[in-house]
């Protein structure tokens, strides 16, 4: 299996403009994980989906962030408009069911100018 | 919310030592998993074990959850074990697969 998949590895953005990644989960996982890293504020878990379905969205800092799951195999995060607080290295990770272990992408480096 | 310690925050060691890394939480558990953020910002899953004793190669880790514990095991370690070492877990008064982690153990092996 190729792994869980994400792009693009870096973005560069100016203020103001639409920001949109991407993330493939490993075939045959039923919940995805969206992941923001910060040196302030670490690992936090921004929203996750079963089975498409989103189940907890707390962690959406603001309404400029949303997230879709259209299908099984493809999944995005959209900040509309994006602003340089959200800098920071977004991680998607997936896993096979609850209490599983979670396989995590390689990240999407995010700057915004 | 759920507490996640790690200890120490920083660990330096000379190539070939053991070292154990340690991390409490706050509630009881049916999920924890460690993960290594290597060097290059990859995060590898290393151990899912909301209880008991698991090894592989090097590394081993041991949960007591009764005691809310968990123990990771580097021995004869090597340069490439440098990076970020997390615990994450999630709890039974929550949703298992949503894991909160803590702020890491940060390992530099010298040679």
């Known amino acids: 299996d190729a792994g869980v998949i994400q792009s693009p590895r870096h973005e560069v953005t100016e203020m103001g403009q639409e920001v949109t990644l991407r993330c493939k989960p490993i075939?045959?996982?039923?919940?995805l994980f969206w992941y923001r890293q910060t040196m302030m504020r670490g690992l936090e878990l921004l929203i996750y989906?079963?089975?498409?379905?989103?189940?907890?969205d707390s962690g959406m800092p603001e309404d400029r962030f949303s997230a879709k799951m259209p299908n099984a195999s493809f999944s995005t995060l959209k900040i509309q408009p994006s602003e340089p607080r959200d800098s920071a290295v977004y991680f998607c990770a997936s896993d096979g069911a609850a209490a599983s272990p979670l396989h995590f992408g390689s990240g999407t480096r995010l700057t915004v100018t | 919310g759920i507490q996640v310690e790690q200890s120490p925050p920083d660990l330096i060691l000379q190539e070939g030592a053991n070292s154990t890394l340690r991390c409490n939480f706050s509630d009881s558990v049916n999920n924890l998993q460690w993960f290594h953020q290597n060097p290059w910002g990859q995060l590898i899953n290393l151990f899912y074990?909301?209880?008991g004793t698991k090894q592989n190669g090097r590394l081993s880790a041991t949960t007591v959850a009764t005691e809310r514990y968990s123990l990771l095991y580097i021995s004869s370690s090597q340069t490439t074990d440098s990076g970020v070492y997390f615990c994450?877990?999630?709890?039974?008064?929550?949703?298992?697969?949503?894991?909160?982690f803590g702020t890491g153990t940060r390992l530099q092996v010298t040679l």
């Open positions: 075939s045959g996982h039923d919940y």
């Open positions: 994450a877990l999630g709890s039974y008064t929550g949703t298992a697969s949503k894991l909160t």
């Open positions: 074990i909301p209880s």
């Open positions: 989906f079963n089975n498409n379905v989103p189940i907890d």
